[in-house]
């Protein structure tokens, strides 16, 4: 640690709430970060770690608590943070990919303006990135789509630190190295220190647990909304950080099927190259893909559907059904009532020659309204006048109420309420038992625990796989993060 | 009574009414039967090509068939020159008119995925061609249809015109299609979210292709009419109907945005455009006021039901 | 030496601009003239203006569908009273180009399909167009018809006019930082709010300037023909949308060219000549552009795959 430098107080995120519906996503949270810091930031998944990212960087209002930036309390919203020197590098890339290096450079700074900006900017950008990564090769006159994944990321990093006329006070690298080598990581960690050293604070956000204890002066982690440990780094090693990120061991409420794996398998999926396990799934079993979100599960579930699932022709038998997480994106039809919304993959068991029989679909949905409790006077009302759980609900009812032997979850259960919830999980538990298979990615680690057997995902690939016993929070946690194994 | 103002198709049947009793009153209740037997006619060609738009237009955002006009002067042409005034081949015509349909509703499909183009200018590209196939076909002398077609499209059955109820049939039918079918329930659904109806376990490329080759078929088939109507086939004969077709699935309350369509407000948009046309000429107003006073009506109507679509 | 994607998308359609001039004059040598260029290139320079106007639309991933009605109108108007009353023609083309403006930030504000309300203004535009001159007439401004007329030395108007068409938009829409935004929101709309800039604003502007172009494209074109009528250039919606695409657009991301697009606009106006020094008979013009059209896009699906596969090498 060096005191050269004074402490200055750059952001102040004090007992900050934000509640998107019923779900708290923080839940008094405070976030203080010092100039000349490093401030490693991390938790598992829905611990609120970018909310409190967007609610720093001027994107999120809070319904409550303060954000200040420099000590005093000024303007709010993503001009007064940016004006503050508050910049941010988000986990998804957000370059415009048909613009050169430098007009990025150029939207995403302001005040790089005036005669010869393009020149300046390709200089600037072309400086910080041997800076932070000497010896790259990229060619910086290029257009960003030109670029790889790898160097998308190296660039838009280089142009957060870069200072036209102040440099940055802050800078927020949301999963930096998610798309780095070792090598490139390094070197940005390295330069993250020397940020620091001269002044600079930086809010590291990383899966990858060596990076934060080796980089960062300071750790917080996050759990469930709120801030459950604020120490210096030197006080926490890789055992010590999935220790408090866990929670106290919970009752196991459910007593897991000690099924044995009997027959062939319904399901096998050869591992991806660099990997070593196979996705096999048995029939009855509820299989849970587990690790941090965005490392692959999504899309090992939508390349299992669509390759059973043809695009011309309508399937005699349908193979697979697949219940939707982001219900707006992939699973509601919003102009639709209640009950087009539940028929509409099993039609075909519904109608005579392509003529829908509606006294029939009628019946069916009309008994899963009573099975699964979708909370409605009339299955005839629009979708959207139910709440957010009963529409998950009808959705869940959509893929059972086929005759698909399996079933894929995309985490369906983000954001619905407890009840809800326990209530789905006697049905999905009958289900399985009379030999549907399950296959459930889901970020919550109550839900990891009712599975029979657990994939965890990092990096987009299978890192470990859990059965029985062995799934527990530590487990999951401890496969999730890299590095986490030693633990 | 809310039920029936939540229809959208309502206002366009209102509207059309009311320019009507407009222009009756106007000329002093003389021309109440033949306004009415005039706008039927000329409404059954929109109401045919509109149909077909509008299931296009059902399949959601950047779906739109251009080729329209080119397909209805294709099958128009192909059709009288075949049947060559012979009233023995009037079924052959017809035959030809939908084949000529089925044929180009492949080609836009196959561009559309072949080239991965946006349906704009695949069927852009495609009218251009169909476009010259016809004018090379129209060569030489203009073909007169066959004598009992053609008495059959100009003439009236219990004082409705004939093609008025072609296109109340084919309207029923399209309307069975929609409400009643898994096909109708499919492109509703591919409209809403493409991706959730993939999801769905829909097959959405296929349920496109069929789309594609419906709305041309329409097109064909109103080609087909309009060119037995009109005493033979003219190499512009479709022009105004590109336009015309988005406009009636537009106003008769088709949401832009897919996924919502509605065949009896393409009745009333279509019924409507043609009176305000006739409204305005008995007014004496001319060319260019009825074509602004389309304009704002088509940007009115989008304008607000826009605004339904933020409000929710 | 690694080729941006920018330089070959421009490839292709400078290839087929050659290729296209080549046979035209191995045809007929006399086109390798003065005059015979002049004849070759005339009616390009309002289809340039007009593919530009369309492109800037394109650019922030919107369609314009009223281009071809609305140069007809600024035709007409430029035909009427910018040759009797200029000072009232002007103030009709700054409304006009504020109403495309207007347009661009009703478009963006409502979140409404950009095709439909162009659509809907089409029919105004046409409109107004048929109310201003009924019947085809007035009279190109004098100084428009000497303009588009003059002979240089050397190179003709109409070569001369696309060169600087070319360069005025590359400057404005590839170089200026105001072109880098309207390009960054057709590219990645969240990432230009994110950085603070007002989207709407940019569209608006976009929209403007698109207005401005379309403009020029109507003047120009009286200048050529001399009298304008209602429905003088409404192919130019389709030849507009083609140009673009034929210069290396796309319609969606913010990737769009201006020399590619006046270049595709000059192929386009060339194509019709070839065809006829072709012999092959004017039934056919119209579907041999419509197979032109598919082959360049053709050519441009296997290039990219070409360049998607050694990129993944």
Redesign the interface.
């Known amino acids: 640690m060096n005191d050269r430098v004074p402490k200055q107080e750059v952001v102040a995120a004090r007992d900050v709430k934000v509640a998107f519906g019923a779900v708290k996503a923080l839940d008094g949270a405070t976030l203080v970060i010092q100039s000349g810091e490093c401030v490693g930031l991390v938790g598992h998944n829905g611990a609120g770690k970018s909310t409190i990212v967007n609610v720093i960087n001027g994107?999120l209002t809070p319904q409550e608590g303060a954000i200040t930036y420099g000590g005093a309390s000024a303007d709010q919203g993503?001009?007064a943070a940016?004006a503050s020197g508050v910049r941010c590098v988000f986990q998804e890339l957000?370059?415009?990919?048909?613009?050169t290096i430098a007009?990025?450079a150029?939207?995403?700074?302001?005040d790089l303006?005036g005669a010869g900006?393009?020149r300046r900017g390709l200089a600037l950008v072309t400086r910080q990135l041997a800076e932070i990564f000497p010896g790259h090769s990229i060619?910086c006159?290029?257009?960003v789509?030109?670029l790889?994944i790898a160097e998308r990321q190296m660039v838009e990093i280089a142009i957060s630190f870069a200072a036209v006329d102040a440099r940055p006070k802050l800078v927020i690298l949301d999963e930096p190295t998610s798309s780095l080598d070792a090598g490139l990581a390094a070197q940005l960690m390295a330069y993250v220190r020397r940020f620091v050293e001269t002044g600079g604070s930086v809010l590291l956000i990383s899966h990858i647990l060596g990076e934060i204890l080796s980089t960062s002066d300071r750790i917080v982690v996050m759990k469930d909304g709120k801030v459950v440990a604020d120490r210096p780094a030197v006080d926490f090693n890789t055992r010590r950080l999935v220790e408090t990120m866990g929670s106290v061991v919970r009752e196991q409420g459910w007593q897991r099927s000690a099924r044995t794996k009997t027959g062939a398998p319904v399901l096998s999926v050869p591992p991806l190259p660099g990997a070593s396990i196979r996705l096999e799934a048995f029939s009855g079993e509820i299989i849970g893909l587990a690790g941090l979100g965005g490392h692959g599960q999504t899309e090992a579930l939508l390349d299992l559907y669509l390759a059973a699932n043809g695009n011309w022709w309508p399937a005699a038998e349908p193979k697979m059904a697949f219940v939707a997480g982001d219900r707006g994106l992939n699973g509601t039809f919003s102009l639709w009532s209640i009950l087009k919304n539940l028929s509409i993959s099993s039609l075909k068991g519904l109608s005579n020659r392509s003529v829908i029989d509606t006294d029939r679909e009628k019946k069916v949905s009309e008994s899963w309204r009573k099975r699964i409790e979708i909370r409605t006077p009339d299955m005839h009302n629009p979708i959207l006048s139910l709440s957010g759980g009963n529409q998950q609900k009808v959705l869940f009812a959509r893929a059972l109420a086929t005759t698909a032997k399996i079933v894929l979850m995309d985490d369906p259960m983000r954001g619905v309420d407890v009840g809800t919830k326990q209530e789905v999980y006697e049905i999905l538990r009958a289900e399985a038992a009379s030999g549907r298979t399950f296959i459930w990615y889901s970020t919550e680690m109550d839900e990891i625990r009712l599975c029979d057997r657990v994939y965890v995902f990092r990096d987009g690939a299978i890192a470990a796989e859990l059965v029985g016993d062995d799934i527990t929070e530590a487990g999951v946690l401890a496969a999730s993060f890299a590095g986490g194994e030693a633990a | 009574m809310t039920a029936l103002t939540a229809k959208p198709w309502v206002w366009s049947f209102a509207a059309a009414i009311l320019v009507w009793v407009i222009t009756v009153l106007f000329t002093g209740g003389s021309s109440s039967v033949g306004l009415s037997q005039a706008t039927l006619t000329f409404a059954a060609f929109s109401v045919i090509v509109g149909i077909g738009q509008m299931f296009v237009i059902t399949l959601g955002?950047g779906n739109?068939d251009l080729s329209v006009p080119a397909t209805m002067t294709l099958s128009g042409t192909l059709a009288l020159k075949v049947m060559d005034v012979q009233d023995s081949m009037i079924a052959l015509g017809l035959l030809i008119a939908i084949l000529v349909g089925v044929a180009i509703g492949i080609g836009n499909y196959a561009?559309i995925k072949l080239?991965?183009?946006?349906p704009?200018?695949a069927t852009?590209?495609?009218?251009?061609?169909?476009?010259?196939?016809a004018?090379?076909t129209n060569?030489g002398l203009r073909i007169k249809p066959p004598e009992t077609l053609s008495d059959f499209t100009t003439s009236y059955s219990f004082g409705v015109p004939n093609v008025a109820l072609v296109a109340l049939v084919l309207s029923l039918a399209a309307w069975f299609l929609l409400e009643k079918t898994t096909y109708g329930r499919w492109i509703s659904a591919i409209g809403q979210s493409s991706f959730a109806a993939r999801m769905a376990g829909i097959p959405v490329d296929g349920t496109r292709f069929i789309t594609y080759v419906l709305c041309a078929v329409l097109a064909a088939v109103a080609g087909y009419l309009l060119a037995s109507f009109s005493g033979g086939a003219a190499l512009n004969m479709g022009a105004e109907y590109l336009?015309m077709s988005?406009?009636v699935v537009?106003i008769g309350g088709t949401a832009?945005?897919g996924g919502n369509s509605n065949v009896p407000g393409i009745w009333g948009a279509s019924l409507f455009m043609f009176l305000v046309v006739s409204m305005l000429n008995t007014y004496g107003f001319?060319?260019?006021?009825?074509?602004?006073?389309?304009?704002?009506?088509?940007?009115a109507v989008?304008?607000a039901a826009?605004?339904r679509?933020?409000a929710r | 030496m690694?080729l941006?994607?920018?330089a070959v998308r421009l490839i292709i359609p400078a290839a087929s601009l050659a290729v296209l001039l080549a046979a035209v004059f191995y045809m007929q040598p006399r086109a390798m003239s003065y005059t015979g260029l002049n004849l070759l290139f005339n009616l390009a320079v309002p289809i340039a203006l007009a593919t530009i106007a369309q492109m800037l639309i394109m650019s922030v991933n919107d369609?314009d569908l009223s281009m071809g009605a609305f140069v007809s109108f600024c035709a007409c108007v430029a035909a009427t009273f910018l040759q009797t009353s200029p000072a009232i023609g002007v103030l009709i083309f700054l409304g006009a180009i504020a109403v495309y403006a207007g347009i661009g930030v009703?478009i963006h504000l409502?979140?409404?399909?950009s095709?439909?309300?162009t659509?809907?203004?089409?029919?105004?535009?046409?409109?107004?167009?048929?109310?201003l001159l009924?019947s085809p007439g007035g009279a190109a401004p004098g100084w428009v018809r000497w303009l588009m007329t003059v002979k240089p030395p050397l190179v003709p108007m109409a070569i001369v006019a696309s060169v600087i068409i070319a360069a005025v938009t590359h400057y404005v829409v590839m170089?200026s930082?105001f072109g880098?935004?309207i390009?960054?929101v057709?590219?990645?709309n969240?990432?230009?709010e994110?950085?603070?800039?007002s989207v709407v604003g940019i569209r608006a502007a976009a929209y403007a300037l698109a207005g401005l172009f379309a403009v020029l494209a109507g003047i120009a074109l009286v200048g050529l023909t001399t009298a304008a009528d209602?429905n003088i250039a409404l192919r130019y919606t389709?030849l507009s949308?083609?140009g673009v695409?034929l210069g290396g657009g796309e319609?969606v991301?913010?990737?769009v060219s201006p020399i590619g697009a006046v270049i595709g606009a000059l192929t386009l106006t060339l194509a019709g000549s070839f065809l006829s020094f072709m012999r092959i008979?004017?039934?056919?013009?119209?579907?041999?552009?419509?197979?032109i059209?598919?082959v360049v896009?053709?050519l441009r699906?296997f290039l990219n795959r070409v360049e998607k596969r050694e990129?993944n090498r």
């Open positions: 994107g993503i001009t940016r957000s370059l415009c990919p048909n613009l007009e990025n150029r939207v995403m700074l302001s303006k900006w393009r060619d006159e290029s257009v789509e030109d790889t | 955002p739109i561009l080239l991965r183009i946006p704009i200018i852009l590209s495609m009218s251009f061609i169909v476009q010259s196939c004018i090379w060569r336009l988005i406009a537009v832009v945005a001319g060319a260019g006021v009825r074509l602004i006073l389309t304009g704002l009506i088509i940007i989008i304008l826009g605004g679509r933020v | 690694r941006s994607s920018s369609l009703v409502r979140q409404l399909p095709i439909v309300v659509l809907g203004m089409s029919f105004v535009w046409g409109g107004l167009a048929v109310l009924p170089r930082s880098v935004l390009r960054g057709g590219g990645n969240r990432s230009v994110r950085a603070g800039w209602a389709l949308i083609a695409i319609f991301g913010g990737r008979s004017p039934d056919w013009q119209i579907g041999a552009q419509g197979a059209l598919i896009l053709a699906l990129k």
